[in-house]
């Protein structure tokens, strides 16, 4: 539920203080019972697992980041700052919780490139300007292509025609 996610994300953002982060930072938030249960999460889970990424364009290294959540952990911060968070968010399955141990992946993020191009107008063309100059062109020529051929067809069935005496 929202509750405790709103929990969760405010007692891992209080566990960064330099380098530190903020809540857009974290992403895919994933809360499921912990590895001894077989069935959902339920509030009266006796363990669950969290994983979530972090999102962040830092000099700082993934140690930084790391070595802070770690010791907050080990601590009992991150517990301690649980407790107080899922209290004003009503998150009552966290009240009382402990956190146990910490895992840490770095996922370097893969800059793309992504093609450039010019402000739409809103019609949802993909058309470049050039593109739809060629084909208003194209479409002008074509008429009046057309319009040669009913001049030329409409003469030369005029001429035909002998008038009656």
Same mark, same amino acid.
């Given at each position: 539920?929202?509750?405790?996610q709103?929990?969760?994300v405010?007692?891992?953002v209080?566990?960064?203080?330099?380098?530190?982060?903020n809540s857009?930072?974290?992403t895919?938030? #994933?809360?499921?019972? +912990?590895?001894?249960?077989?069935?959902?999460?339920?509030?009266?889970?006796?363990?669950?697992?969290?994983?979530?990424q972090i999102?962040v364009?830092s000099?700082?290294?993934?140690?930084a980041?790391?070595?802070?959540?770690?010791?907050?952990v080990?601590?009992?911060?991150?517990?301690?700052n649980?407790?107080v968070? /899922?209290?004003?968010? +009503?998150?009552?399955?966290?009240?009382n919780?402990?956190? +146990?141990?910490?895992? #840490?992946?770095?996922?370097p993020?893969?800059?793309?490139?992504?093609?450039?191009?010019s402000p739409?107008? +809103?019609?949802?063309s993909?058309?470049?300007?050039?593109?739809?100059?060629?084909?208003?062109?194209?479409a #002008?020529v074509?008429?009046?292509l057309?319009?040669? /051929?009913?001049?030329?067809?409409?003469?030369?069935?005029s001429?035909?025609?002998?008038?009656?005496?």
């Amino acid at each position: 539920s929202s509750s405790y996610q709103t929990a969760l994300v405010g007692t891992i953002v209080q566990s960064f203080t330099s380098p530190t982060i903020n809540s857009s930072q974290v992403t895919n938030l #994933v809360v499921s019972a +912990g590895s001894s249960e077989r069935r959902r999460l339920t509030t009266s889970s006796p363990s669950i697992v969290a994983s979530y990424q972090i999102v962040v364009e830092s000099q700082f290294p993934v140690d930084a980041y790391s070595t802070q959540l770690t010791a907050s952990v080990s601590s009992g911060a991150f517990s301690d700052n649980l407790h107080v968070n /899922a209290e004003n968010a +009503g998150a009552k399955g966290f009240v009382n919780a402990t956190s +146990g141990s910490v895992s #840490v992946a770095a996922t370097p993020l893969v800059p793309t490139a992504s093609p450039v191009s010019s402000p739409s107008s +809103g019609n949802g063309s993909n058309f470049s300007i050039g593109a739809i100059i060629g084909i208003a062109v194209g479409a #002008v020529v074509f008429l009046c292509l057309i319009g040669v /051929a009913v001049w030329v067809y409409s003469t030369r069935r005029s001429s035909l025609v002998v008038p009656k005496e």
